[in-house]
C-alpha cells in the first residue's frame, strides 16, 4: 500500500482551485493577474512534484524552498485580488489550503535540514 503525500494531495487540489479563480479573474478581463496567480499557483505542486524524484537530499530541499517561494508569491496576488476593489475575492478555502502546504512545506525543509546534517 502506498505512503499517503498530503503535501503532493494539497498542492493538487490547490492548483485546481488556482485554475478556477484564474479562469474566473480572466472572465473578468484580469488577464495579468490570471496569468501571474495561474503561473506560482501551479508552481507550487510542480515543484513538490519534481522534489519526488530529486537526486539528493539537498535537491529535495532546494525544490521545496522554490515551492515555498512560489506559495510566497501567490499568496501576494490573492492578497491583491483580496484587497483591489475591481476584482473578485478569492475562495476562502485558497487562503486555508496555502496556509496549510506553506506549513508543511516548512516542516519538511527543517526536517530535511536537520537530517541532512546528521
Not at 539528493?56 to 525544490?63: E, G, L, N, T, V
Request: charged letters at 30%.
Amino acid at each position: 500500500m502506498e505512503k499517503r503525500n498530503e503535501v503532493l494531495e494539497l498542492s493538487f487540489e490547490f492548483a485546481l482551485q488556482v485554475i478556477e479563480f484564474s479562469e474566473l479573474l480572466e472572465e473578468k478581463r484580469k488577464f495579468v493577474i490570471a496569468r501571474q496567480l495561474m503561473k506560482s499557483g501551479t508552481g507550487i505542486g510542480a515543484s513538490i512534484r519534481e522534489a519526488q524524484s530529486c537526486e539528493s537530499r539537498a535537491d529535495f530541499i532546494h525544490k521545496l524552498k522554490i515551492s515555498h517561494k512560489e506559495v510566497q508569491e501567490t499568496e501576494y496576488w490573492l492578497l491583491l485580488c483580496s484587497k483591489a476593489a475591481a476584482y473578485p475575492d478569492p475562495p476562502e478555502t485558497m487562503d486555508g489550503l496555502l496556509l496549510s502546504i506553506q506549513k508543511l512545506l516548512h516542516k519538511i525543509i527543517t526536517t530535511s535540514r536537520a537530517n541532512n546534517r546528521r
